[in-house]
Every structure is written in structure tokens, then in C-alpha cells.
């Protein structure tokens, strides 16, 4: 009885639900403005060829500054949950044992996927593609090479801090630049426009990479549960 | 063309009513991974490929880890509770043996 009052409540409701998005479909507000027109028109002084490249580092760079900014506190506090379960965890883990093939796998499979993070890089000022589809792309690899064994969680050093913070900083320093000729924050100088954002989108592309595979690597809970492990095996 | 979008919108609805209602977590886990990819192919079919690969690589692959790594954790933490729970019964008799 219970289930059922509740299977119908919840079926009214997605009814519902799906009515409202129909009629948001049906009686959708025409817009005044032109806005792929007017990116079209002004694609020119942006220093890239492609739209969504140029509406993401050029026309609303503040969006995406901030984006990232949220991305690094986010990292910031996930690496603030691993070290409470104490460095000595980190550093004892046990390696696991590593199949022969595996490892060749994973030997030919992450230059390859690299590889083509860096082309989905280059890719991005002419044609879909860009830093955040880079930076995933090269934090996947990351992923696949911890999942077949390899220690690269133990790498946790300054050198990664760097990487995590290096994307955040290069853009606020290249965006300040404008600042000391007088013009807004973020403007860029239009002869360079097109080399600043590809600088700013290959520093961003390395910290979202290190941002996205040490949310990975250091979630506290993965880590507080396979350094238990040793323990438990040693009671037995 | 309108058949593979049906398709794809149909398929999309269906899959998460499955997510939704599925008791397994890893079933839920494995069908949310094919939601991503279905999902992929409903942006390249809109014309965003920019979303589809921003969807393909983290909306399904790394959210899928991070899902799969979950649902690891919490089995090792289920069967570590029920081995603990299962020495406490064993232990139970024995102390109330005692105690007669």
C-alpha cells in the first residue's frame, strides 16, 4: 500500500516534470539578440578560429578563471582529507602484484592516449576539442596507469602542488598583464591573443590533468581502506 | 536519421529509469557508464561535439571510476563488518559460558 502511494506520487510528479519541460520546449522566448551571429562577427580579433574556444578564453575568460579556481579548492581540500589519514599510510602501500601484460598494455596504451590529449589540445584553436577535453584525457591515462599497479600515487610532492596551482597562477598573471597599460583585467593584447590563450590552455591543460587524477588518487576513503589492509592481513 | 535520434532519446529515458531502479549498485554503476556514452552520441547528434567529448571523458569515464572505486570501498567495509560482527556472536557464548 505504502509502495504504491508512493509509486504514484512519484509518477505524477515525472508526468508532471515532463509536462512543464514540453511547454518550456513549446513556448520558448525568442531571443533578441543574435549571439552565434555576433560571435561570428567578432571571431576575428580573438586569436582563435574556433567559436566555443573563443567564448570559453576570450569573451567570458572570467567564467572560466573562476572554474578553475573552483577546481583547485576542490583539490586543495581533497589532499587536506588524504594527509589526515597521515603521510605513513601513503608511503606503505603495498605494491600490488602486476601482470606482465598489463603492464605492456598500459606500456603502449598511455603515450598513445597522451598523445592524443595533446592533439585534442592543439585541436582546440581551430576545431572542437580545448583544455578541459585535453586535461581529462590525460588524467584518464593517469587513472589506467594506478589501476595496473603502477606507484605513481607516491609521487606526492611539491612538484605536484606546483603543477596543481601552475595553471590557476599563469592565467591570473597573464590577465593581470593588461592591467599595468592601463586596460580591464583579462584583456588580452590583440596581436598576441592567439599565443597567450594557447599558453594559458596548455598550463590549464596540466592542472586539470593533476587536478582530476589526484581527486582519483587521494580520495581519503581509498586510501584510509587499502592502508587498513596490511594490518588486517597480519592479524590473520 | 529521425529513427537513430528516436532512437537515441528513447534509449537515453530508458537507461535511466533502469539506473533508477536497479537494486545492484555495479549494475547501476555499468548502466550509468552507457548513459554517458549514449549521452555522447545524443551531443554529436546535436551538434556540440565539444560537450560529447567533455561528456565521453569524464561523464562517463572518470565518474565511472570514481563510482566503481566507491562501490569497492564500501563492499571491503561491508565484509569487514560482518566478519567483525561475526566474531562478536562466536565471542558471545564463550563469555556468558564464563560467567555461568
Known sequence: MNTQLRLTLASVAGVALFALLTLAIWYHPTSTVDLPQLVANSLAETGTEHPITAVLLNFRSYDTLLEVAVLLVAVVITLALAQQDSNEALSSLEQPARDSLVIALTRRLVPLVVLVGVYVLWAGSYQPGGAFQAGALIAAAGVLLRLAGWPIHQRANLLLRVGLTLGLVVFIMIASIALVSGQPFLTYPERWAGELIFAIETVLTLSIALTLLSLFLFSPEALSSQSRKPSKEKAQ | ?100
Request: net charge positive; proline share 2%.
Open chain 2, 1 to 100: 536519421m529521425t529513427f537513430i535520434d528516436l532512437l537515441i532519446g528513447v534509449g537515453l529515458v530508458f537507461i535511466v529509469v533502469a539506473i533508477l531502479v536497479s537494486q545492484d549498485l555495479f549494475r547501476a554503476v555499468v548502466l550509468f557508464v552507457t548513459f554517458g556514452v549514449l549521452l555522447t552520441l545524443a551531443w554529436v547528434r546535436l551538434q556540440a561535439p565539444d560537450l560529447a567529448l567533455a561528456e565521453a571523458a569524464i561523464g562517463a569515464g572518470l565518474t565511472g571510476v570514481l563510482l566503481l572505486d566507491a562501490i569497492g570501498f564500501l563492499r571491503k567495509r561491508k565484509a569487514a563488518r560482518k566478519d567483525r560482527d561475526n566474531k562478536a556472536i562466536r565471542a558471545k557464548p564463550e563469555q556468558g559460558a564464563a560467567n555461568e
